[in-house]
């Protein structure tokens, strides 16, 4: 059993010269205020021109003092101490409870130093009714008056207030409303403790509608915990949530290419993920449109000229869709004009990202794998808008011709963690079971997740015989064996934290009976829900 050392630490200071004058060694400020002046006078230093620079007088300390004597303890029915006069109001505050701000704290300590002759037997006074010990009267002091100019538009009176009393309440009721202001006065009163709640409150309550406010808010703040919690929500939900919504207009440029780097990211195939960047991009161009178009609309924004009276054009609104589908043939001109209010004014002989209009979306489209896009039906429409240079397209054209040609061995794709063909599962509560057949290079493979019990899960991917599964149109390899190199991970937010399970990087071969047939499954154990399961692999020269 360890010891216990019944002794507190003193402060030990040591004498100066002859006479009984004290100075403390080299350690920051504890309190003392009499100890301080002491040490002023050995050193020939103006204490009253040191209380003018609170930051000298190391307000922590003093903090921590009214700090430890307030806590827990209700304030007393007695007068204010100080009037805070702030966003054209007047604010009765007390000496612990104002102590807890820095910017209030070194206000008051100026106003302190101004307003009286000795400013430093006030503090004495003060500190040492703080002591503990006996009761003492609390001494007389004069009412100070002080002012804060707020420049921060974020800063409202109504949040300000909250602010202040949290002041004398550890736990005041804050909704996702209220929290941007409410963080940005804790920012401006250096209110650490409320800055924090807040940062939590906004970590727990990222949706679409919030993401871009409070990743801003991270950034201006510098507050990182805060920022690298939208990027991981932002990875999750970039595509299965945030791309399903008129708010992915307001995602950053910024944000949206950190999350498009990142091996985190979530995505059902890259076909999807491309869907998403075309829908932001059409959004950033055509802020009028309030509300999300279908996919046919905004693919036809890029489309060729010379195709768009082709009759596959939608509007925004299935209703629309309909109609416009029944009128195509007998009114196409009257179509197209209306068509073309959604269009800005780009040229059509070059592709979109060769245009000054695309140059600076060049960087978040070379985060996509192009060649992870393997249906013939989506490569057509790859290749129908005029989006992509043609040297991309024949870029992704010429690698799939001879991954074919070689029996399916990737030869332009090297590293697993950036390169990699990526498909996802999005493991909602309601699943017992959940799977998709994936075929590439003529080779099937099933991604499953299986719910074992309520905190039990497993997932995997299989090789099935194409005569097993129901798909459209292409090659069939008839290899006996595949040799593959792949990743599981699996995700899922529990309490406000991200927890990550993945296997190794594993590579192995694939046959159609048991074992071969089966990867390693990633089992897992949360009780988190959804799950996102991202299963990346690439096909290796064998």
């Given at each position: 059993?360890?010891?216990?050392?019944?002794?507190?630490?003193r402060?030990?200071?040591?004498?100066?010269?002859?006479?009984?004058?004290?100075?403390?060694?080299?350690k920051?400020?504890?309190?003392?205020?009499?100890?301080?002046?002491?040490?002023?006078?050995a050193?020939?230093?103006?204490?009253?021109?040191?209380?003018?620079?609170?930051?000298?007088l190391?307000?922590?300390?003093?903090?921590?003092?009214?700090?430890?004597?307030?806590?827990?303890?209700?304030?007393?029915?007695?007068?204010a101490?100080?009037?805070?006069?702030?966003?054209?109001?007047?604010?009765?505050?007390?000496?612990?409870?104002?102590f807890?701000?820095?910017?209030?704290?070194?206000?008051?300590?100026?106003?302190?130093?101004?307003?009286?002759?000795?400013?430093?037997?006030?503090?004495?006074?003060?500190?040492?009714?703080?002591?503990?010990?006996?009761?003492?009267?609390?001494?007389?002091?004069?009412?100070?008056?002080?002012s804060?100019?707020?420049?921060?538009p974020?800063?409202?009176?109504?949040?300000?207030?909250?602010?202040?009393?949290?002041?004398?309440?550890?736990?005041?009721?804050?909704?996702?409303?209220?929290v941007?202001?409410?963080?940005a006065?804790a920012?401006?009163?250096?209110?650490?403790?409320?800055f924090?709640?807040?940062?939590?409150?906004?970590?727990?309550?990222?949706?679409?509608s919030?993401?871009?406010?409070?990743?801003l808010?991270?950034?201006?703040?510098?507050?990182?915990?805060?920022?690298?919690?939208?990027?991981?929500?932002?990875?999750?939900?970039?595509?299965?949530?945030?791309?399903?919504?008129?708010?992915?207009?307001?995602?950053?440029?910024?944000?949206?290419?950190?999350?498009l780097?990142?091996?985190?990211?979530?995505?059902?195939?890259?076909?999807?993920?491309?869907?998403?960047?075309?829908?932001?991009?059409?959004?950033?161009?055509?802020?009028?449109?309030q509300?999300?178009?279908?996919?046919?609309?905004?693919?036809?924004?890029?489309?060729?000229?010379?195709?768009?009276?082709?009759?596959?054009?939608?509007?925004?609104?299935?209703?629309q869709?309909?109609?416009?589908?029944?009128?195509?043939?007998?009114?196409?001109?009257?179509?197209?004009?209306?068509?073309?209010?959604?269009?800005?004014?780009?040229?059509?002989?070059?592709?979109?990202?060769d245009?000054?209009?695309?140059?600076s979306?060049?960087?978040?489209?070379?985060?996509?794998?192009l060649?992870?896009?393997?249906?013939?039906?989506?490569?057509?429409?790859?290749?129908?808008?005029?989006?992509?240079?043609?040297?991309?397209?024949?870029?992704?054209?010429?690698?799939?011709?001879?991954?074919?040609e070689?029996?399916?061995?990737?030869?332009?794709?090297?590293?697993?963690?950036?390169?990699?063909?990526?498909?996802?599962?999005?493991?909602?509560q309601?699943?017992?079971?959940?799977?998709?057949?994936i075929?590439?290079?003529?080779f099937?493979?099933?991604?499953?997740?299986?719910?074992?019990?309520?905190?039990?899960?497993?997932?995997?991917?299989?090789?099935?015989?194409?005569?097993?599964?129901?798909?459209?149109?292409?090659?069939?390899?008839?290899?006996?064996?595949?040799?593959v190199?792949?990743e599981?991970?699996?995700?899922?937010?529990?309490?406000?934290?991200?927890?990550?399970?993945?296997?190794?990087?594993?590579?192995?071969k694939?046959?159609?009976?048991?074992?071969?047939?089966?990867s390693?499954?990633?089992?897992?154990?949360?009780?988190?829900?959804?799950?996102?399961?991202?299963?990346?692999?690439?096909?290796?020269?064998?």
């Amino acid at each position: 059993m360890k010891m216990l050392n019944p002794r507190r630490a003193r402060l030990e200071r040591r004498m100066v010269g002859s006479t009984n004058r004290w100075r403390f060694p080299s350690k920051p400020f504890s309190g003392d205020l009499l100890g301080l002046s002491q040490r002023c006078k050995a050193l020939s230093v103006d204490l009253d021109e040191a209380l003018k620079n609170p930051d000298r007088l190391c307000v922590s300390q003093i903090q921590k003092i009214f700090s430890e004597t307030s806590k827990n303890k209700p304030v007393q029915s007695r007068e204010a101490d100080v009037i805070l006069e702030c966003l054209g109001s007047r604010w009765e505050l007390h000496q612990p409870q104002l102590f807890q701000s820095d910017t209030l704290s070194k206000l008051y300590l100026m106003a302190l130093a101004q307003s009286t002759k000795r400013p430093t037997k006030e503090l004495e006074s003060l500190l040492r009714a703080q002591l503990p010990g006996k009761i003492k009267e609390r001494p007389p002091t004069k009412k100070m008056i002080i002012s804060l100019k707020i420049n921060d538009p974020v800063v409202t009176k109504v949040a300000f207030a909250m602010a202040l009393k949290s002041l004398y309440l550890s736990q005041v009721e804050m909704n996702v409303n209220d929290v941007l202001a409410v963080l940005a006065s804790a920012h401006v009163l250096q209110f650490s403790s409320l800055f924090q709640r807040c940062v939590a409150v906004m970590m727990k309550g990222l949706t679409p509608s919030t993401i871009k406010s409070f990743y801003l808010a991270g950034c201006k703040y510098k507050e990182e915990q805060l920022t690298t919690a939208c990027e991981k929500w932002l990875e999750m939900n970039l595509v299965p949530l945030v791309g399903t919504q008129i708010h992915l207009r307001k995602i950053p440029q910024e944000l949206l290419h950190r999350v498009l780097r990142s091996p985190r990211l979530f995505t059902f195939n890259e076909f999807h993920l491309l869907k998403t960047l075309l829908l932001w991009v059409f959004l950033q161009l055509n802020p009028k449109v309030q509300t999300v178009p279908v996919q046919e609309t905004v693919l036809a924004f890029f489309t060729r000229e010379g195709d768009w009276s082709s009759g596959r054009l939608s509007h925004v609104t299935d209703g629309q869709r309909v109609q416009d589908r029944k009128l195509v043939q007998a009114h196409g001109s009257m179509i197209r004009q209306r068509r073309s209010r959604l269009m800005t004014s780009f040229s059509r002989k070059y592709s979109f990202l060769d245009q000054d209009t695309g140059q600076s979306l060049v960087p978040l489209f070379l985060c996509l794998r192009l060649h992870g896009i393997i249906k013939g039906k989506n490569l057509e429409e790859l290749r129908h808008i005029n989006f992509f240079p043609e040297s991309w397209l024949i870029r992704v054209t010429a690698n799939h011709y001879h991954a074919l040609e070689s029996g399916g061995d990737m030869a332009h794709v090297k590293d697993l963690t950036t390169q990699a063909v990526r498909f996802g599962l999005l493991f909602n509560q309601e699943y017992t079971t959940h799977s998709e057949v994936i075929a590439i290079y003529g080779f099937f493979f099933e991604i499953k997740g299986v719910r074992h019990d309520t905190t039990s899960y497993s997932f995997y991917m299989q090789r099935v015989r194409h005569s097993d599964v129901v798909c459209e149109h292409g090659p069939v390899s008839l290899r006996a064996e595949r040799l593959v190199k792949y990743e599981i991970r699996a995700q899922t937010l529990v309490d406000g934290q991200w927890q990550e399970f993945r296997t190794n990087q594993i590579t192995q071969k694939f046959g159609f009976s048991k074992p071969s047939c089966k990867s390693h499954a990633l089992k897992i154990h949360t009780v988190g829900l959804p799950i996102y399961a991202s299963f990346s692999f690439i096909f290796p020269m064998s």
